[in-house]
């Protein structure tokens, strides 16, 4: 689809300085004389012809009378000269006069200087209210996407197979709506996609009208937005209005929480009703439009619990469909997308890679398999090998790795013993997530060194031994800090920021807690964003001070005997820790095979 070439003002005003530079170059004006260098040369008798103007007088000098080269053409202005009629008569040189028009005079100073104003003007005006400016605010800044031009099908689209069928059944409508008419269904006004960031919303979106083949509106939730009152509301009915000329078609608003926001939530004097206005205009043009003619709205948000209720009712966004974290076999299958045009070496195993990346959604895979790319190529290598996958998830997960960094080597020991700790609590903790990996080479910003450990298998549900698992795993650098070198370090603070989190949502959402029983007192928090630590989005709560004090008490309990427990857990294997940190200091990476090894070594019966 070519791109239309559009008239600019900068082509006129080049083409006119062309002009007048080309007048220059062609047409040079000759030498001027005053008045009285040309009495004397009339005097000599060297001017051979003059024309008299009303203003000038344009001669020629006698070939004879200039040097080799030398222009014969020259200007002079004319003075009130009654004797200059008879000199030109007594030296008999050839004189005429020329005639000024001054309607050609006035044209020239007048008329074209103000029709060229006139015209810069309404070319001014027309782009200000046609395309940009402070003339265009209420227009639609969506992108318009004609058919195929997106670029993407369901091909392109791996890992999300539950959300590609139940958006397949909105391209079989546009395709063939009579077949859903005949039985008097009609197609659902908006579909809503909800997931946390980089799952593919965006692309199922541009899939679906990629495999429709109908025009696709692209605009974010922001752009509706601005500071002037009423411009939102306005590029809202732009849009429609668009949306309605181009049927069948598809509008995808991303972002929709940036604009649906439930009205009385936040915002500030004048920007919080412009996006109320916004959003009211939203549900009205909803409300409105007509669905037979084949529009579809499709939007994607990743805070659907921040939307208005009016915007989720039937009839207005019918359908919300989940775009959920991939699982083992869905984030293979985008690694399989992603590597096609990657140069694979034999020992590659996606199924392994994706093993190893439980939690990445698509995007994380996609910048796995570019990073593993990068690395191979920095490296002169021919192909892509697994090491470069393994360093690529690492970088991703951990950050990346700093060996230049000088650690003294009293610094040195404490973060091995802190990461011994860890992997050694994972190793004889029921219910932890296996080790795979243990590094005390310093990677991202403020990490001395990580303990990777990866599940087993995919899981959406978690104990309550699993969650104290998990403490137990958190408060085993430090435990171990406290055990060999009698102090601690401030390398566990992300470790207690994390294990005191987990504590506080067994007692205060789950109902684990033994004070207070089978109880929840849920947080206002994101549902697929990361929480922020101390997220409290309104600042209230539900329940007394009293019962505030027992959570706080019963948190602190579990917190207290999970520390006990895990100082016992090191107590008694003390040697092994040792040997474990010093076998770390010498080599910085220990795998997880070298690992479990000398665990079983240490062990007489088979740790977890």
Same mark, same amino acid.
Do not use: C
């Given at each position: 689809m070519q791109t239309p070439h559009k008239f600019s003002i900068g082509y006129f005003l080049a083409?006119? @300085?062309?002009? $007048?530079?080309?007048?220059?170059?062609?047409?040079?004006?000759?030498?001027?004389?005053?008045?009285?260098? +040309?009495?004397?040369?009339? /005097?000599?008798?060297?001017?051979?012809?003059?024309? !008299?103007?009303?203003?000038?007088?344009?001669?020629? +000098?006698?070939?004879?009378?200039?040097?080799?080269?030398?222009?014969?053409?020259?200007?002079?202005?004319?003075v009130p000269d009654p004797e200059l009629v008879k000199e030109l008569e007594a030296r008999g040189v050839d004189f005429s006069g020329h005639y000024e028009s001054p309607l050609l005079k006035t044209l020239l100073t007048w008329v074209i200087p103000a029709l060229f104003v006139v015209g810069l003007w309404a070319f001014l005006y027309r782009r200000l209210t046609v395309g940009s400016g402070v003339m265009a605010f209420g227009k639609s800044r969506a992108r318009i996407y004609a058919e195929k031009s997106t670029g993407v099908t369901f091909d392109d689209v791996a890992g999300q197979e539950e959300a590609k069928e139940e958006l397949r059944e909105i391209v079989e409508f546009l395709k063939n709506p009579k077949k859903f008419r005949l039985l008097g269904g009609r197609l659902p006004r908006g579909v809503l996609l909800v997931g946390p960031p980089g799952t593919g919303k965006t692309l199922l979106a541009k899939a679906v009208a990629g495999e429709a083949n109908v025009p696709f509106f692209s605009i974010s939730g922001t752009e509706f937005v601005e500071l002037f009152v009423g411009v939102g509301a306005a590029r809202v009915r732009d849009l429609f209005a668009q949306a309605q000329a181009k049927a069948p078609c598809i509008v995808f608003i991303d972002?929709?929480? @940036?604009?649906? #926001?439930?009205?009385?939530?936040?915002?500030?004097?004048?920007?919080h009703d412009e996006r109320e206005h916004t959003l009211n205009q939203l549900l009205v043009e909803m409300d409105g439009f007509d669905t037979s003619k084949?529009?579809?709205?499709?939007?994607?948000?990743?805070?659907?619990?921040?939307? *208005? &209720?009016?915007?989720?009712?039937p009839g207005r966004f019918d359908r919300q469909i989940l775009v959920d974290r991939p699982d083992v076999r869905g984030r293979?299958?985008? $690694?399989? %997308?992603?590597?096609?045009?990657?140069?694979?070496? &034999?020992? =590659? *195993?996606?199924? =392994?890679?994706?093993?190893?990346?439980?939690? +990445? =959604?698509?995007?994380?895979?996609?910048? %796995?398999?570019?990073?593993? @790319?990068?690395?191979?190529?920095? #490296?002169? #290598?021919? /192909? =892509?090998?697994?090491?470069?996958f393994e360093e690529a998830i690492d970088r991703i997960v951990a950050g990346l790795e700093k060996k230049n960094r000088v650690i003294n080597p009293r610094e040195r020991q404490i973060v091995a013993v802190h990461e011994t700790g860890h992997a050694l609590v994972a190793a004889f903790?029921?219910?932890?997530?296996? %080790?795979?990996?243990?590094? !005390?080479?310093?990677?991202?910003?403020?990490?001395?060194?990580?303990? /990777? /450990?990866?599940?087993?298998? *995919?899981?959406y549900l978690m104990t309550r031994q699993e969650l104290l698992a998990k403490i137990d795993v958190l408060f085993g650098g430090r435990a171990a800090e406290l055990l060999v070198f009698g102090e601690v370090s401030t390398g566990a603070q992300d470790d207690l920021r994390r294990a005191t989190e987990i504590a506080r949502a067994m007692v205060l959402e789950y109902g684990m807690g033994e004070t207070l029983g089978p109880a929840a007192f849920p947080r206002v928090r994101p549902r697929f964003l990361p929480e922020p630590w101390g997220y409290t989005p309104d600042g209230t709560r539900e329940y007394s001070e009293a019962t505030a004090r027992a959570l706080d008490l019963e948190t602190k309990k579990i917190l207290d005997e999970r520390m006990a427990h895990v100082l016992q857990l090191l107590r008694d294997k003390r040697p092994l820790l040792e040997r474990i940190a010093a076998l770390l200091l010498e080599k910085e990476v220990l795998e997880g095979e070298e690992f479990w090894r000398l665990v079983r070594e240490a062990t007489p019966a088979p740790a977890s």
């Open positions: 083409a006119l @300085a062309a002009l $007048l530079a080309l007048q220059v170059l062609l047409a040079p004006t000759p030498p001027r004389l005053s008045y009285l260098e +040309f009495k004397r040369a009339l /005097q000599a008798g060297k001017i051979e012809r003059v024309v !008299i103007s009303d203003e000038l007088i344009h001669g020629w +000098f006698k070939p004879e009378a200039v040097a080799a080269g030398q222009p014969r053409a020259f200007v002079t202005v004319r972002e929709l929480d @940036a604009l649906g #926001k439930a009205r009385g939530i936040g915002g500030v004097a004048g920007g084949g529009v579809i709205i499709l939007a994607a948000t990743n805070r659907p619990e921040l939307l *208005d &209720p009016a915007l989720l009712r293979e299958a985008i $690694l399989r %997308v992603h590597a096609k045009h990657v140069k694979l070496a &034999p020992d =590659v *195993d996606l199924k =392994v890679l994706a093993q190893r990346t439980p939690g +990445f =959604v698509g995007a994380d895979l996609a910048n %796995v398999v570019n990073e593993a @790319a990068l690395l191979a190529a920095r #490296k002169n #290598k021919n /192909q =892509v090998e697994m090491a470069d903790t029921p219910g932890a997530d296996r %080790v795979h990996k243990i590094s !005390i080479i310093p990677r991202g910003i403020g990490a001395l060194g990580h303990t /990777q /450990q990866l599940p087993t298998e *995919d899981r």
